[in-house]
């Protein structure tokens, strides 16, 4: 079993709409949790990270449910910039990172 | 303040050719990580350093991959005997202490 997965999408939204991703993974023991974004042919770079109480950040919402092993984040009032794959990342120990293969969003004009 | 660099930021390469790869760390970030990442796909872990521990190899896909980190700062990604299968961008990162990864530009190499 994979330590995250996602729903690879894609995901394919009108500007101005919400959308939602989650993640699952695998081990109880997780301590941290981020979202890190991915533009095409680039290098993932942070979002934002994961708080057990949830965070917002303007446009974005991260959710975490520890009883559940889910993390979810929520972009509002989609942009055109949105479009990007979103990796959901989980680390077990402080320092080994385990990333999912990621979610495609693409916002539609 | 400087981010992560790699070099070369491509490298194409004949079959059974061994390539190097470089990445510059973050200063003072004790973690560096190689990953590499196929067309369309997610990340594959290779290999990660922390400070003066021995390295969690448990990534590398054949005793084909070897890295190294010296002095605790820059690292060598070697590949020996290169093939087309290598064909990937390899990306590193640096990271302090469960803190957030910081990625270079990548490595894109072309094995032909």
């Known amino acids: 079993r994979k330590e995250v997965e996602q729903d690879p999408g894609p995901f394919n939204v009108p500007e101005g709409a919400t959308v939602a991703f989650n993640c699952t993974y695998s081990?109880?023991?997780?301590?941290?949790f981020f979202w890190y974004r991915q533009d095409c042919r680039k290098e993932p770079k942070l979002l934002m990270s994961v708080y057990s109480s949830g965070n917002e950040d303007g446009r974005f919402t991260a959710q975490l449910n520890r009883a559940s092993q889910y993390i979810s984040l929520l972009i509002r009032d989609s942009k055109l910039s949105d479009s990007a794959t979103y990796l959901c990342?989980?680390?077990?120990?402080?320092?080994?990172?385990?990333f999912g293969t990621g979610t495609s969003l693409t916002v539609i004009p | 303040g400087a981010g992560v660099s790699q070099s070369p930021s491509n490298k194409v390469t004949e079959k059974g050719k061994d390539v190097e790869l470089r990445c510059d760390p973050i200063?003072?970030?004790?973690?560096l990580y190689w990953y590499r990442q196929s067309l369309g796909q997610g990340l594959e872990f290779l290999i990660y350093f922390q400070g003066n521990s021995a390295p969690d190899k448990s990534g590398l896909p054949s005793d084909r991959f070897s890295a190294e980190r010296t002095g605790g700062s820059v690292s060598t990604l070697t590949i020996q005997r290169t093939q087309q299968e290598d064909s990937a961008v390899y990306l590193c990162?640096?990271?302090?202490?469960?803190?957030?990864?910081?990625f270079g530009p990548g490595t894109r190499l072309t094995v032909l």
């Open positions: 081990n109880s023991a997780s301590q941290s």
């Open positions: 990342v989980v680390t077990v120990t402080g320092n080994q990172f385990y």
């Open positions: 200063s003072g970030h004790t973690a």
């Open positions: 990162a640096s990271s302090a202490w469960a803190n957030e990864q910081f």
